[in-house]
């Protein structure tokens, strides 16, 4: 079920209405059975996936609860599935065109979820190793930890410390159903209205990218960086938006990342869940090790792993590369402090700069291979010639300039407060309205969320 689905509506008023009248005592069976459902709306098979990444979180938990020394051998079976499922064609594609070998590959389709799955249980698993405030939980709310269904599929990634202790509370909040139902309507908005209408050019270009022009290059990037954000930040705001009006309140995950100063503040600002995963369990660690013998190493390594953690390709390796070799240059020269300190026209040089950086580095995130992505780098150059100004284009402009226009105003905590100024009679009907329009509109041509291929 994609959540700008009327589909998804329906469900969700079930789920809400069967919520209500839920004794207490039930409520978290109803939510996780729920829960499951939703995910094997998907494709039922890999519901055995999911269950079985819950069962070796769950006995993995207790197992490093009683003894530390479990937890490296846990968190190698917890990414296992995790390698086995996104990884295993790479490297044999790898080695094929090492070796000149034939290597079979799988074929294996990717179960949706699995990365953001998977970085929950090891983040539960270290957790309750070396923390004392978070302890080994029952199987039902490790599987609820994993499995809710408002963060399951693309995040944002959650703490044992951020869920744990909201399960009891868990019920339809009526208080706080109209400034959520605005935000989930902002990210219905940004998905249907945005980013869907602009993928299809975006798709065009970078699967022609020998044949594009300078211009079809140049619009189809900046389309995507546009859509990215809007897609991946709509189905953040409406993760958050749907656990709020259950009870939970959801971390924020994007914070106008298009404002910011510097690649390393972007970093900060986008997709802020995986970035605090990776600074707490890969950066850190790295950094204790490294830090005597090549400080700003640790940085590179950790773009590295998550530009792979992003794709089980070369691209994605060569652009987490990329970013974390202009992350290590802005801390080794003060840059990214400097540019965070500036004030009037500097400031704002200093976020158009980043924002360009950020716009030639995505290419490698999107081209299909690195000969796309050479290609496309052509085409922005002009080495093609420029062409003609190409059908579409334009709306791919308006749409990124409008959100260029509105993208301070776009945080979880601004619109939460702007909504909770109107009263919730006079909202709701126009924020039902406008939600069930987008639905109707997204029905007749449903995307997938851009990030469920991660």
Known sequence: MLFQLPSFLIFFVVFAAGLLVMPRALRLNYVLLASLFFYAWWYPPFLAVLLGLILLGWAGSHLVARDRGWLALCVVAGLTPLLVFKYTDFILATLGDLTGLPLAHLGWPLPLGISFVTFSIVSMLIDVAKRRDVKAASLRDTALFVSFFPHLIAGPILRPAQLFPQLPNIRFDWAAFAPHLALFTVGMLKKVMIADPIAPF??????????????????????????????????????IALAGM?????????????????????????????????????FRPLHARLQHVARYLSIVLTMVLSGLWHGAAWTFVIWGLVLGCIMALEGMTGYSRTARMAKGPARWGFIALALVVWTFTVVLFRAP???????????????RGWGDWPAGATQVVVLTAVVLLFHHLDQVPRILAAAARVPAALAVPVLLAITIACALIAAGRPESFYYFDF
């Open 246 to 282: 259950l009870g939970v309140a959801l971390p924020e995950n994007f914070r106008s990342p298009y404002r910011a100063t510097s690649i390393t503040e972007v970093w900060q600002r986008w997709h802020m869940t995986l970035s605090l995963w990776l600074r707490d369990y890969l």
């Open 202 to 239: 975006v798709d065009r270009a970078f699967s022609a990218a020998d044949t594009t022009s300078g211009w079809e290059a140049a619009v189809a990037t900046l389309g995507f960086v546009t859509q990215i954000y809007c897609d991946f930040s709509a189905y953040s705001d409406m993760a």
């Open 369 to 383: 291979d690195l000969g796309a992505a050479i290609d496309i780098y052509a085409g922005m150059l002009g080495l």
